[in-house]
Nanobody, 124 residues
Framework: VQLQASGGGLVQAGGSLRLSCAAS????????MGWFRQAPGKEREFVGT????????YHTKSLEGRFTISRDNDKNAVYLQMNSLKPEDTAVYYC??????????????????WGQGTLVTVSS
């Protein structure tokens, strides 16, 4: 499966962005999906994951209530709604797909395919 992330940009603190990740090339509903991010000079970190049907989601605790992952299997897309953005949310955001973990996963090692990343910059 090929993944194309989009929707990043520059936003002021307190604002919102919705990231999208379009999938092509394989049966999208056969994958658990996840979002990760990597800030400058830091390691990649888990943001959220969603199971193959969209019935189960899990977000890293520090982002719960502000970030929400969702998917639309009819549109072959996964989304990340980000609200109340903070400067520390500045990072490149990556979507990823896993065939072995249909329920999703918090571990980057479980993911087989990655999008190219989309940059989110939050100004103070």
């Amino acid at each position: 499966v090929q993944l194309q992330a989009s929707g990043g940009g520059l936003v002021q603190a307190g604002g919102s962005l919705r990231l999208s990740c379009a999938a092509s090339g394989s049966a999208f509903s056969g994958y658990g999906m996840g979002w990760f991010r990597q800030a400058p000079g830091k390691e990649r970190e888990f943001v959220g994951t969603i199971n193959w049907s969209g019935s189960f989601t899990y977000h890293t605790k520090s982002l719960e209530g502000r970030f929400t992952i969702s998917r639309d299997n009819d549109k072959n897309a996964v989304y990340l709604q980000m609200n109340s953005l903070k400067p520390e949310d500045t990072a490149v955001y990556y979507c990823a797909a896993t065939r072995s973990a249909l329920s999703g996963s918090t571990s980057a090692d479980r993911y087989d395919y990655w999008g190219q990343g989309t940059l989110v910059t939050v100004s103070s």
